[in-house]
C-alpha cells in the first residue's frame, strides 16, 4: 500500500528581470538536505549548483535558469526561503563610533522580512550603450554560470574581460547588428581591448548600476544611539 503524501502549498513571484509570473512550492526535506551539503563542502560552486537544483525542484513550471540574471536567482531564492523556513531572518548591525575597550564595537542584532526583499537599479542604468560612431552594443546581465566561472581562486583582470564579453548580446553600427553568439569569444575580447578607457568605462556602468537584491535598514545604537542607514546587497547580505 502506498504511504500518504504531504501536498505543500503553491505560491507566485514575479522574476524582476523578465516580469514573468511563475509559482513554487516551498523547500522540502531533500532540499534542505541539498543545500546543507552544498554548505558543509565550503565551495561555492558546489553552493551555486546546489542553488540551481533546488529552484529547479521548487518552481512548479519549466524555467530556463541559466538564462535568469543573478539577481533573478538572489530574489527568486530569497522567496523560496521566506516560505519555506520563515519570512524573517536575524542579522547582526554595528555602530560606526568607537565606545570604548569593553564595547569597542556595539553589536545590533537586526531582523529583516525576506518578503519585503525588493530588486532596485540604479538611475540612468541602460543596456544599450554608445561607444563611438555609430557603433555600440547592447548588454545581457551576467547569469549563475557567469559568476560561477570566477568562484574557486583568485579573480583576474583577464577573468573579468571575460565576464564583460559574455556579456555582450549584440553590437552594432548604422549597416548591421553582431550578435555575440555567433562571434568567437577572441573576436569579443579583441573589440573590447581596442576600445577606449572612456568608452570602457560606459560598459563598466552597466555592471555598477545593474538591478540589484536590496533593502535599507534604518537602526539606533543601543549604546550611543546613533541612527544608522545602511543598503544591504546582494543575497549573501541577508544569510
Known amino acids: 500500500m502506498a504511504l500518504p503524501m504531504n501536498s505543500t502549498p503553491i505560491y507566485n513571484l514575479v522574476i524582476p528581470s523578465t516580469k514573468k509570473s511563475i509559482t513554487y512550492r516551498p523547500f522540502l526535506v531533500k532540499d534542505q538536505k541539498t543545500l546543507l551539503i552544498a554548505q558543509?563542502?565550503?565551495?561555492?560552486?558546489?553552493?551555486?549548483?546546489?542553488?540551481?537544483?533546488?529552484?529547479?525542484?521548487?518552481?512548479?513550471?519549466?524555467i530556463e535558469i541559466n538564462k535568469l540574471a543573478i539577481f533573478d536567482i538572489e530574489y527568486i531564492f530569497t522567496q523560496l526561503r521566506s516560505k519555506s523556513v520563515g519570512e524573517t531572518v536575524d542579522i547582526v548591525l554595528s555602530c560606526d563610533e568607537d565606545h570604548g575597550e569593553d564595547n569597542a564595537k556595539a553589536k545590533i542584532q537586526h531582523t529583516i522580512d525576506l518578503s519585503q526583499l525588493t530588486v532596485q537599479e540604479k538611475e540612468g542604468h541602460t543596456n544599450k550603450i554608445e561607444l563611438f560612431g555609430t557603433v555600440g552594443v547592447v548588454m545581457k546581465y551576467p547569469n549563475i554560470d557567469d559568476v560561477k566561472k570566477l568562484q574557486g581562486g583568485e579573480v583576474t583582470a583577464d577573468d573579468t574581460?571575460?565576464?564583460v564579453a559574455s556579456s555582450i548580446d549584440y553590437i552594432y553600427d548604422a549597416d548591421a547588428v553582431y550578435h555575440a553568439k555567433d562571434q568567437t569569444e577572441q573576436e569579443l575580447m579583441d573589440f573590447i581591448n581596442n576600445l577606449t578607457s572612456e568608452q570602457f568605462g560606459k560598459i563598466q556602468s552597466f555592471?555598477?548600476?545593474?538591478?540589484?537584491?536590496?533593502?535599507?535598514?534604518?537602526?539606533?545604537?543601543?549604546?550611543?544611539?546613533?541612527?544608522?542607514t545602511i543598503l544591504l546587497e546582494g543575497m549573501q547580505s541577508f544569510f
Open 40 to 62: 558543509q563542502s565550503d565551495d561555492q560552486r558546489i553552493m551555486i549548483d546546489s542553488l540551481k537544483e533546488v529552484i529547479k525542484s521548487c518552481v512548479t513550471e519549466p
Open 207 to 228: 555592471f555598477d548600476t545593474m538591478p540589484k537584491l536590496t533593502h535599507t535598514v534604518n537602526y539606533n545604537c543601543p549604546v550611543c544611539n546613533k541612527a544608522h
Open 161 to 163: 574581460f571575460k565576464l
